[in-house]
């Protein structure tokens, strides 16, 4: 199955939690790679900006109350079901569309800052997506982006992931993202991309980050929603669903009895057009 097959279903299905747990871990300051695209967009008052694969529009939000009254910030995603939760919530100065990244629907030079949280990783073609990135941009105008590189810590992972190998089925893939995923999980690589894709300069920064969790049970109940997990669950009855969910838990409780710390690292990108 191709990308653009399988993630607009899977993130659609499950943009409520998404929405829920980004929120959370954003309203702590824990979300360090997409809070340091939100300090390099540097949106001001009266700027129109370009949200990317902007989900249910948590960044969205932020970017348009640095622009009011007068600016503008539009969003776009490919899945369906992410648009209704950004249309939903009612932004004053935001419009939301489905909208490939990959096939932009806008002029040339049509606005002043562009970002991307993390989606990029999720475009099959990565050369299209910031070459639209650029199309769109006024000259000298500023484009930030943030991809996950790295799980979370690996002690988390050994112990979360044994469990979903034994009870769940394998997760789905899509055939066509090692391109794209070797490119941004490499700085230079990435930064050759940017550069190639037309943007006047171009910088990765490594931007680490650290998610304190209140307990096994909140962790579990949140990773739940990640899209590669909540793919997984799809289809699994209750019962498997409720021995997943009570299994995963006692494994992490018994390594981690009380508030659990994850960290990860991101690649940000800033180019300027």
């Known amino acids: 199955m191709k990308s653009k097959e ?3 279903g899977i993130f659609s299905r499950h943009a409520a939690a998404y929405e829920r747990r980004l929120d959370q871990i954003m ?3 824990e ?4 809070e340091r695209v939100l300090e390099l967009v540097d949106a001001r008052q009266g700027m129109r900006v370009l949200d990317l694969a902007c989900g249910p529009g948590n960044l969205t939000r932020r970017i348009a109350a640095l622009v009011a009254p007068d600016g503008q ?13 950004a249309q939903a919530a009612g932004i ?7 909208m490939d990244i990959e096939e932009l629907r806008f002029p040339d030079d049509s606005f ?3 970002l991307c949280g993390h989606g990029l990783q999720f475009a099959p073609h990565l050369d299209l997506a910031l070459g639209e990135a650029r199309r769109v941009l006024h000259e000298d105008s500023r484009f930030a982006a943030s991809v996950p590189v790295t799980p979370m810590s690996q002690s988390f992972c050994s112990l979360f992931d044994g469990v979903i190998d034994r009870l769940l089925p394998p997760a789905p893939e899509a055939v066509d993202q090692q391109p794209t995923r070797a490119v941004v999980a490499d700085a230079g690589a990435l930064t050759h991309a940017a550069l190639a894709a037309g943007f006047a300069s171009a910088r990765v920064e490594v931007v680490e ?22 793919a997984r669950l799809e ?10 969910v009570d299994e995963a838990t006692a494994a992490l409780k018994h390594e981690h009895p009380g508030p659990i710390e994850t960290t990860g690292r991101n690649h940000v990108l800033f180019a300027l057009a």
């Not at 289809?235 to 997943?244: C, P, Q, S, V, Y």
């Open 6 to 8: 399988l993630f607009p």
């Open 27 to 29: 309203s702590r300051g």
């Open 31 to 34: 979300a360090r790679g997409r």
């Open 73 to 85: 910030v539009v969003g776009v995603d490919l899945a369906p079901g992410m648009i209704e939760r």
């Open 92 to 98: 004053a100065n935001a419009t939301f569309e489905v």
């Open 112 to 114: 002043d800052a562009a």
């Open 209 to 230: 980050e650290t998610v304190r969790w209140e307990s096994a049970e909140q962790l579990v109940a949140l990773c739940t929603s990640w899209w590669d997990c909540a």
């Open 235 to 244: 289809g699994i009855d209750l019962e498997r669903r409720k021995a997943f």
